[in-house]
């Protein structure tokens, strides 16, 4: 089965940039999706297909997938980015299945 | 407004069985697939099972083959997922997901709450 790999945590100071890696191999040819969960809620979407950005989702946020890495990049971090980020993809070698990375929590120090 | 509000949650036993629903409101509940993720506590999430548009495609985790079943009623916006031979292991919470296809292979842009499937003695 497909594996995403996440750095289990990534922190940050409040104006920089954060960054959150999604390992998985070759994962350049698929469609990454990535997800935005806090405390007790349900998980957000908050970039898909890569690179695109819901309706609603601040600039800061944006995507992008090439070899053997996908990345997210959160800029201009606020405290209010702090949570758990999961990245999404399909994986349709053997079985039509959905695989989500590990998560990573981000803090904003 | 788009929603989906989940039930059917509660405390069963090992080997028990469970049935989930999953309420829609809000969009063309037929023109897209869903999907069932769940979450172990403390956990990370895990993809369950998806269901297209139609009702016509499944697909299953690996972990629930065989004995999770997903289903959808189109005329009623409801999404389903019958749990049997349930073990300690299926203990999270459950959230049904919208996804931006008709089949199966996109992204969740709509989420629900989330309802708590508890496996225990």
């Known amino acids: 089965s497909y594996v995403l790999t996440q750095p289990p945590s990534v922190s940050v100071a409040p104006g920089q940039t954060a960054r959150i890696t999604c390992g998985g191999n070759?994962?350049?040819?698929?469609?990454v999706h990535w997800y935005q969960q806090k405390p007790g809620q349900a998980p957000v979407l908050v970039v898909y297909d890569d690179s695109d950005r819901p309706s609603g989702i601040p600039e800061r946020f944006s995507g992008s997938n090439s070899g053997n890495t996908a990345t997210l990049t959160i800029s201009r971090v606020e405290a209010g980015d702090e949570a758990d980020y999961y990245c999404q993809v399909w994986d349709s070698s053997s079985d039509h299945q959905g695989v989500f990375g590990g998560g990573t929590k981000l803090t904003v120090l | 407004e788009v929603q989906l509000l989940e039930s059917g949650g509660g405390l069963v036993q090992p080997g028990g069985s469970l049935r989930l629903s999953c309420a829609a409101s809000g969009f063309t509940f037929s023109s897209y697939a869903m999907s069932w993720v769940r979450q172990a506590p403390g956990k990370g999430l895990e993809w369950v099972s998806a269901?297209?548009?139609?009702?016509?495609?499944?697909y299953y985790a690996d972990s629930v083959k065989g004995r999770f079943t997903i289903s959808r009623d189109n005329s009623k916006n409801t999404l389903y997922l019958q749990m049997n031979s349930l073990r300690a292991e299926d203990t999270a919470v459950y959230y049904c997901?919208?996804?931006?296809?008709?089949?199966?292979?996109?992204?969740?842009?709509?989420w629900g709450q989330g309802t708590m499937v508890t496996v225990s003695s």
């Open positions: 997901a919208k996804e931006v296809y008709s089949n199966p292979g996109g992204a969740f842009d709509i």
């Open positions: 269901i297209s548009g139609s009702g016509g495609s499944t």
């Open positions: 070759n994962i350049g040819s698929k469609s």
